[in-house]
């Protein structure tokens, strides 16, 4: 989360946790040099191949947008190496002709993949913490090749005005408003984005596309189960931008898995195809896992952001959920809650900030000044025709945090969240800061007399760790794992 001016209470508990991925641009991608390897004086690249293109010149547009939508470029030479490979032997497929693509890792912890006209393909590093060999990579790609090929080239001309429309929309919106950067991210994705039947048949031509090249073909119907699973972990009721979520636009999963199962056993029975895994968790071994240090980390129920040096708890039954804007929580019975920042002078009140036109719906009645673990705060109400609200703001330097919780105006467990929450925010000590370590993915070798329970407690900084540990290694619930096996765990070692 970054500090930001924000808007006022909005009426809908689902716009009060609207959330978005905004971040930093990234650096460009390494370049991929072979000892004796002389580079041509004019290379085939995307732009050489697709100049002139008015789809493909959009989409280049759109480029430096989407990077900064996604939190910038994720620079990992061994995973581009890799995923370069991976690209490469798919090219050779004849429902590929003549295309020349570019693949950027986006530095998101969001499960997503996507491409755009001309042979842009984005994948987030949270889809490759997913993934458990270069068969489901590959899958995920071919699936996205598929979309920037002929047959679905042909129909996104016809949606060039809508295109040209988001194109408008996206280069106009530069607020700093939550709402209207979601607005923003919704319109870019709008180019990524296509019917539920072009989602099915570009699973068919991905998974003929994987078997040509050698792949396993059932690695995209095993892929679809692990995002389908990941998916019911990270059920957030509402908590997250759905626009952001790579399963928000694509078919109902089981129907989705079932079609993708049948498609593989087109081409042959389990086991005939590569799934180069050693090869992927070499790859993926050290892979940043989740939120950076600038945005805050989510510690199970806790928030601690090692920059801005606060922290804060939700209760039992929260699911916090961070952006680079704000931090928002969903809980039980349609409780919410909502964290941000603003910059503030010490000469402005907080009962008078609170009084600002920021915040809709104020009882000015209700203010009442405080101090929460020493520092200066103020608590007041909220009303809208269906919610009421909780604000507290907290003044740290010149920085005023704002802890909103809501509830539906018939509940009664209001107050009680409200100071469960806002009792427990805090400024970090250095000692604090020192400690947090981002977490990463390390990939180990079982040894004999381990089981599923021995990596589960070893995960650091995660909830509900024998879940997510059976859903990042694509192990079902009965599933177990031998000596030998190379499973993955979250750390911050």
């Known amino acids: 989360m970054a500090v ?78 890799m995923l370069a490979r991976i690209v490469g032997k798919l090219t050779l497929d004849p429902d590929n002709p003549s295309q020349t693509y570019r693949i950027t890792i986006l530095d998101s912890p969001s499960i997503n993949a996507f491409a755009l006209p001309g042979g842009y393909l984005y994948v987030t590093r949270g889809l490759l913490a997913l993934a458990n060999d270069s068969a489901e990579i590959a899958a995920v790609l071919a699936h996205e090749m598929a979309h920037v090929t002929a047959n679905h080239g042909i129909e996104r001309q016809r949606w060039e005005a809508e295109v040209n429309l988001t194109s408008r929309v996206v280069e106009g919106v530069l607020s700093s408003d939550s709402n209207a950067r979601a607005a ?38 095993r892929f679809l189960r692990s995002m389908d699973a990941y998916q019911s972990y990270r059920n957030v009721s509402g908590a997250r931008d759905q626009s952001l979520d790579f399963l928000a636009s694509h078919p109902n999963a089981p129907r989705r898995i079932e079609l993708a199962q049948e498609h593989a056993q087109g081409h042959g029975a389990p086991g005939a195809g590569a799934r180069d895994r050693d090869t992927f968790l070499d790859g993926l071994d050290g ?38 804007g704000e931090v928002v929580a969903s809980g039980p019975n349609d409780l919410a809650f909502r964290f941000d920042g603003a910059t503030v002078a010490r000469s402005v009140s907080l009962r008078d900030y609170l009084q600002g036109d920021w915040l809709g719906g104020l009882d000015a009645s209700s203010i009442r000044e405080t101090t929460i673990n020493g520092r200066e705060a103020a608590t007041a109400r909220a009303h809208t025709a269906e919610w009421q609200f909780d604000v507290t703001v907290v003044r740290v330097g010149e920085q005023v945090y704002r802890l909103l919780t809501g509830a539906p105006r018939d509940s009664d467990a209001l107050e009680r969240t409200a100071r469960a929450i806002t009792g427990s925010f805090r400024v970090l ?41 059976r859903v990042l290694n694509g192990l079902g619930s009965g599933s177990t794992i031998s000596a030998g096996d190379r499973v993955k765990i979250v750390t911050d070692e």
Not at 9 to 23: D, E, T, Y
Not at 192 to 212: H, K, V, Y
Not at 293 to 307: E, I, K, N
């Open 4 to 81: 930001t001016s924000g808007a006022g209470i909005q009426p809908l508990r689902k716009v009060l946790l609207a959330g978005l991925v905004s971040g930093l641009a990234g650096c460009q991608p390494a370049e991929l040099t072979e000892v004796g390897f002389v580079p041509s004086p004019n290379p085939v690249t995307v732009d050489t191949v697709t100049r002139g293109d008015r789809l493909a010149d959009l989409a280049r547009r759109q480029h430096p947008k989407i990077l900064q939508t996604y939190g910038g470029e994720y620079s990992n030479p061994k995973l581009e190496r």
């Open 184 to 221: 923003a991210v919704r319109s870019k994705l709008r180019l990524a984005q296509f019917s539920r039947n072009q989602e099915l048949e570009a699973d068919e031509i991905g998974i003929r596309s994987i078997w040509r090249a050698g792949y396993d073909p059932y690695a995209a119907a």
């Open 287 to 324: 892979l940043l896992f989740g939120d950076r240090a600038d945005q805050g980390y989510v510690r199970g129920r806790q928030f601690l952001h090692p920059t801005l040096g606060v922290a804060f708890a939700v209760p039992e039954g929260f699911v916090i959920d961070n952006s680079a």
């Open 429 to 469: 000590d250095k000692a604090e800061i020192a400690a947090l370590k981002p977490l990463k993915i390390r990939v180990i070798t079982v040894r004999p007399g381990e089981s599923v329970a021995t990596f589960a407690n070893r995960m650091e900084g995660v909830d509900r760790k024998l879940e997510l540990f």
